[in-house]
């Protein structure tokens, strides 16, 4: 491995495998600060127990790792991943390395463990969609909600997201949406598969056939946009007419739980395919708005939990991909 010039400021023994291990994540995308931060530390705490050569030894990992009085979990599992994907690195690279265990000392007191639908589960979910009838005072829900939960799913958007849509942010013509001022300011372009394509230029023409390209794509009867609420309370109608348990509020399933379940489909049919998924993950979390790896990564942990066949695929070709974080995805 060649020696990296010392912009970390690390100076113990292990400054040139620090430098290295951090460019190569820079290098794929991640910004890397609060990781560098604590890689300091361990730098400083290599040359205060004066560990003097390049190994990185089991006796510092565990001495490096072990719980501090008052310490929160979180923080103590931070250390434990980063060592872990530190020695994997160092391994790859010919040095002599202990790698924690995989699936130790992970957090367990996740805020939310994501309800992710089977297949079943959302033709079911899609079919109560289909059959909402025109109201009176709605006059075309009928037609907007089935496309709504679709693209929710199909494009993995965030329901904020959906009902901003205006006529001139669907383009027909390309086949994508131009989602504008998202989460953290961000615009992206989506593409569509070509049955949702079908289906919202079908929509355009039974709702929209004199376009006004700053009318929202899902018009409120009431004027304006749809509330959020408004969607959640059908999708807790569908849920009960689909036989879908609902744990009630805070519990889910959540509406951006299908967003959730899009991104592990797609993670899962990459798998199996034998995607490389260190050149396929960036590609999606910039496809969901991610401002990073991170979040898009966690959703490796979903998909390897949640699928026991395809663990060992996961864990030996990605484990230093995989984090041990809570599972609240943007």
């Known amino acids: 491995m060649q020696k990296t010039d010392q912009t970390n400021n690390f100076s113990g023994p292990l400054a040139d495998i620090l430098n290295g291990f951090v460019a190569e994540k820079q290098a794929t995308g991640y910004s890397y600060s609060k990781a560098v931060s604590t890689l300091k530390r361990f730098d400083l705490f290599c040359i205060n127990t004066e560990h003097d050569n390049v190994d ?4 510092l990992v565990l001495n490096w790792t072990r719980k501090q009085q008052h310490e929160k979990d979180t923080n103590q599992t931070t250390r434990v991943s980063l060592m872990r994907m530190l020695g994997s690195y160092m391994v790859r690279n010919g040095y002599n390395a202990y790698i924690y265990p995989s699936r130790v000392n992970i957090i367990t007191d996740y805020q939310y463990v994501p309800h992710i639908f089977t297949n079943k589960e959302l033709a079911s979910l899609f079919q109560q969609a289909d059959s909402c009838t025109s109201h009176n005072r709605s006059p075309n829900r009928h037609l907007m909600l089935p496309l709504i939960f ?33 989460k953290f300011n961000k615009d992206r372009l989506v593409p569509l598969c070509p049955s949702l394509s ?22 409120s009867p009431l004027g304006g946009k749809y509330k959020e609420r408004t969607i959640y309370q059908y999708f807790r109608r569908f849920l009960w007419q689909a036989g879908i348990s609902h744990g009630g509020r805070g519990y889910g399933p959540r509406l951006h739980d299908l967003r959730h379940t899009f991104a592990v489909h797609c993670l899962k049919r990459w798998v199996v395919d034998g995607v490389d998924l260190t050149v396929a993950l960036p590609f999606l979390s910039t496809y969901l708005g991610h401002t990073g790896l991170k979040g898009t990564q966690r959703y490796l942990r979903l998909t390897a939990e949640l699928y026991p066949g395809i663990v060992s695929a996961v864990e030996t070709k990605f484990s230093e991909m995989i984090p041990e974080v809570n599972y609240e995805i943007n």
């Not at 990185?56 to 006796?59: F, I, V, W």
């Not at 965030?158 to 131009?178: F, M, N, W």
């Open 56 to 59: 990185l030894t089991k006796e």
């Open 198 to 219: 079908k289906r919202c230029r079908d929509y355009m023409q039974r709702v929209h056939f004199i376009p006004n390209p700053e009318e929202y794509f899902f018009p």
């Open 150 to 182: 679709r693209i929710l799913y199909g494009c993995g958007l965030r329901i904020s997201e959906v009902l901003k849509l205006r006529v001139k942010d669907v383009l027909l013509d390309d086949g994508t949406l131009q989602i504008l001022n998202a």
